[in-house]
Each structure stands twice: as structure tokens, then as C-alpha cells.
């Protein structure tokens, strides 16, 4: 596919997606971090987690991966119907 950029400008294109691309992550992992630890962790009386906070933030970080992960799949199944539905109205 030409996209009638030079090769300079595809890498600095390139470069920016991909630094995008990691601020992106990185503020969904903060969130990920912040959630959690707003909802397990409640109890500063020792510098050492309980096993019931360890337990609520596994449980936490697993959810809110699977739910990334779901919507991810499912953000992708829409974009493939749309993508094959302006297909068939071009044809």
C-alpha cells in the first residue's frame, strides 16, 4: 500500500504511533494500579499486605485484564463487520 510518504516520513510516523502507543498503556496501567489499590487496600497499620489485599488485588488485576481483553475482541468482531459490510456496499 502506497502511502505516498518517503521513507523519513514513514519512520517518524512510525515513531510516533509507537510512542503513542506507549503512553496509551501506560495510563491504562496506572489506572489498572490505581483501581485496585482504591478497592483492596484499606488497612495502613502495617507495611505488609494481608492475604485477604493480595488476594482482592490478584482477583482485581485478572478482571480488569479479562475485561480488556474482552472488549478488545469484541471492538475487533465490530470492525471486521463494518469493514465487511462497506465492502458489500461497494460491490
Keep these: 500500500m502506497d502511502t505516498g510518504l518517503t521513507q523519513a516520513e514513514n519512520r517518524q510516523?512510525?515513531?510516533?504511533?509507537?510512542?503513542?502507543?506507549?503512553?496509551?498503556?501506560?495510563?491504562?496501567?496506572a489506572n489498572l494500579v490505581d483501581n485496585c489499590?482504591?478497592?483492596?487496600v484499606?488497612?495502613?497499620?502495617s507495611k505488609a499486605m494481608s492475604s485477604r489485599e493480595n488476594g482482592c488485588i490478584?482477583?482485581?488485576?485478572?478482571?480488569?485484564?479479562s475485561t480488556q481483553t474482552r472488549l478488545g475482541e469484541r471492538f475487533g468482531e465490530l470492525n471486521a463487520a463494518m469493514a465487511q459490510d462497506m465492502q458489500n456496499r461497494q460491490n
Design 13 to 29: 510516523l512510525e515513531a510516533r504511533l509507537q510512542k503513542r502507543q506507549v503512553k496509551e498503556f501506560m495510563n491504562v496501567f
Design 58 to 65: 490478584s482477583r482485581c488485576v485478572l478482571k480488569s485484564m
Design 37 to 40: 489499590f482504591t478497592a483492596c
Design 42 to 45: 484499606d488497612d495502613f497499620t
